[in-house]
């Protein structure tokens, strides 16, 4: 008689990462070798997301946060600057003059929803050969703009004064 199970593989893998075995003997003898190769995965899964390369995790960190930074005052830098009329090219070519690039992918579609939110009035241009949409800060825009100024400043001081205090951070 021939031990067919002798030739065949012990266990394998299906294309889901599933170990499929191919007798029911050999589950119990290979289950401690095979619990401490998921344990060790696991591990090494586990280990490398918290850890992962510590410089590329501390700049993709590093750089999503910026990001959030940037987003959360987005709105104050382009409602400061459509105190008077406004098309989205000369706003991006503006803010990149003042060392605040904006994507115009990221602009137009906060100035539809600043005008959506009745913060801006838009018109168009139809006079040259390529008509424009021109945009300035609404009456309530205004308001609100010198409300989120402020409210800037002051957030500013408070951070200012948070990150100065005995943290060992003036020199940073």
């Known amino acids: 008689m021939i031990n067919l199970d002798y030739h065949r593989k012990p266990f394998s893998l299906n294309r889901n990462g599933i170990i499929i075995f191919s007798t029911i003997s050999y589950i119990s003898k290979y289950y401690k070798i095979i619990n401490k190769i998921i344990l060790t995965i696991m591990y090494d899964v586990q280990y490398n ?16 946060l910026t990001v959030e930074l940037k987003r959360g005052s987005l709105v104050l830098i382009v409602l400061s600057q459509l105190r008077e009329n406004e ?3 000369s706003l991006v070519q503006k803010l990149e003059e003042k060392n605040v690039p904006i994507e115009a992918g990221t602009l137009y579609p906060l100035l539809r929803r600043l005008e959506k939110q009745n913060l801006l009035i838009s018109e168009w241009d139809t ?46």
Do not use: A, C, H
Not at 49 to 64: F, L, P, Q, V, Y
């Open 49 to 64: 997301e918290i850890r992962g390369d510590e410089m590329d995790s501390m700049e993709n960190i590093i750089n999503t």
């Open 87 to 89: 098309y989205g090219y």
């Open 127 to 172: 006079s040259e050969s390529r008509p424009r949409k021109f945009y300035k800060l609404s009456n309530l825009g205004e308001e609100v703009f010198v409300r989120l100024k402020n409210e800037w400043i002051s957030l500013s001081k408070q951070l200012d004064t948070v990150l100065k205090e005995n943290n060992g951070y003036e020199n940073d």
